[in-house]
């Protein structure tokens, strides 16, 4: 594996990293947004959601775009895209400026998860392929640990810095992404066309010259003869549509795709990441505490995810994907154990030992004794109002709670290790494999629209489950799915492991 392949992955793979930071981000963010515009669950939910839904627009039109004017072109657009996200989310004087900045974003993060891990197959050897589409979830999660460490040195020094305080510190978290942006702009253009698009394109000369450059005379000869022997450009170059993926020869790769798509969200993932300061709140370790798990969680994500590229081309796709998927299950249902044995009282002591102002009101309620935490946030909330309870909730519920933290951590970061060696990376891998070149951009965008669409809902939804449902059944409707989910792939994902994308398709694409 040569060094410029390295390269040119973890380049095309920094939109990953990029998203990942602002997905992590704004867990941060929105302890400090939300209160200051005053937001209700659902505008909380749609800020946080807001970019997966742009997303989803992305995704479904990005593959066939670069199918048109090439994977490097809109990589680039996409990177001046982050850019712009970040500056206008940084200055957002109201709630629809930030929403509609961050959406910008999501168009960005949208094409990005697409692309990246399709021109890397498409760059990449069997022998190497897993380890090397991975590389965009590496990207992901480094982002995540970046995000976190970033709100979490900000929250340390907000009201120590002259130029931090509530109403600014949010705006500085968000304006940082500028900064690997525009670095994400400038290194695009130092990496080659896809060589199969190139192909694709009946750019034959240009395609040979890219992989000999990356791959050396000898194995890049024998990736070129393997294209040429499967790529017949006169019929790659037509027009295809959504139908054709129903197709008997496609329907069952288009099902296995879309099935580990949906699930890979609906477990709840981003509901975790993006919301993971309020989750750790609710354990009451405090709101300072609560910044610095967000680290824990993403060091956890980033070993876990280096494992996966170490064994996802000695093991395959699918082990890892049916383990993963159990370790998930069972670990959300620790999680929702944890929650249901919670108790919640506020002692007279403690109310006063409280710093913000208006605490005394919490009297009516002291000594009184909650078996559910819905019930008890509802009357924090009609006491106090929702902006003051929700600038307080971490000191509130740290001297409230009687919680097994342990147990809860436990699940959370079983969660999120199970995932980050599995549905994270895998997911992206088994689809830039299992389409043919023809289908690949069209079939591989559709399947992230779905799964952004997925992503998005559970985003905007879950703020509303934790205030209506509670934290036991929230984690308990999440680790159901996962369970069933384990089961249904159990029956039908396919082995793609050491098999060139030319054999894939012989193999698993019928007539």
């Known amino acids: 594996m040569s060094r410029k392949l390295i390269f040119i992955s973890f380049v095309v793979s920094i939109g990953g990293f990029l998203f990942g930071f602002d997905a992590g981000i704004i867990s941060g963010v929105m302890s400090y947004a939300g209160p200051e515009f005053n937001l209700n669950d659902i505008q909380s939910g749609w800020v946080v959601s807001s970019p997966s839904f ?49 959406m910008i974003g999501g168009l960005a993060f949208g094409a990005a998860l697409v ?30 640990f970046a995000a976190f460490l970033s709100n979490y040195l900000f929250n340390k020094y907000n009201q120590e810095v002259s130029f931090l305080n509530d109403a ?19 290194i695009l253009f130092f990496v080659p066309k896809s060589p199969r698009w190139l192909f694709l394109k009946n750019k034959a000369k240009e395609a040979k010259d890219v992989l000999v450059s990356i791959h050396g005379k000898v194995v890049g000869e024998i990736e070129i003869k393997a294209i040429q022997e499967s790529t017949n450009t006169s019929e790659n170059d037509q027009k295809i549509s959504l139908k054709e993926l129903l197709k008997p020869s496609l329907r069952f790769l288009f099902l296995v795709g879309l099935t580990v798509g949906i699930l890979q969200q609906i477990t709840g993932i981003n509901a975790v990441y993006f919301y993971a300061t309020s989750i750790f709140k609710q354990t009451g370790i405090g709101t300072d505490a609560a910044f610095s798990s967000g680290i824990l969680l993403s060091s956890v994500t980033v070993v876990f995810t280096i494992i996966a590229m170490y064994l996802i081309d000695k093991m395959g796709r699918r082990p890892l994907l049916l383990v993963g998927t159990l370790g998930i299950a069972i670990s959300l249902l620790v999680c929702a154990y944890g929650f249901k044995q919670v108790t919640y009282q506020l002692s007279k002591e403690k109310i006063e030992a409280l710093s913000f102002s208006g605490s005394e009101k919490l009297q009516t309620i002291a000594n009184k004794q909650y078996a559910f935490d819905v019930e008890f946030k509802n009357d924090l909330k009609s006491i106090l109002g929702n902006q003051t309870y929700a600038k307080n909730d971490g000191e509130i519920l740290e001297a409230a709670i009687t919680i097994n933290a342990n147990l809860v951590l ?24 299992l389409y043919p070149l023809k289908y690949r951009g069209l079939a591989i965008g559709v399947i992230a629209f779905v799964n952004s669409l997925i992503s998005s809902l559970v985003q905007l939804v879950f703020p509303w489950e934790l205030s209506n449902l509670g934290n036991a059944m929230s984690f308990f409707l999440f680790g159901s799915i996962a369970l069933i989910g384990f089961f249904i792939m159990l029956k039908i994902v396919p082995e793609t492991k050491g098999k060139s994308l030319e054999e894939i398709e012989k193999e698993f694409v019928k007539g």
């Open 54 to 102: 742009a997303a989803m627009i992305a995704m479904l039109f990005s593959g066939r775009l670069s199918d048109i004017f090439g994977r490097k072109k809109i990589l680039i657009l996409v990177a001046l895209l982050y850019a712009v996200s970040a500056l206008f989310s940084a200055i957002a004087n109201s709630y629809e400026m930030l929403y509609i900045a961050r």
């Open 115 to 144: 692309l990246a891990p399709m021109y890397i197959a498409e760059v990449s050897t069997a022998k190497n392929r897993g380890k090397l589409v991975a590389i965009q979830q590496l990207n992901i999660v480094l982002g995540f």
């Open 168 to 186: 600014t510190v949010w705006r500085y978290m968000l304006g940082v992404e500028f900064l690997p942006a525009i670095v994400y702009f400038l």
């Open 410 to 433: 436990f699940g959370i970061l079983g969660f999120i290790a199970c995932f980050a060696f599995s549905l994270g990376p895998v997911m992206w891998v088994l689809l830039s494999e």
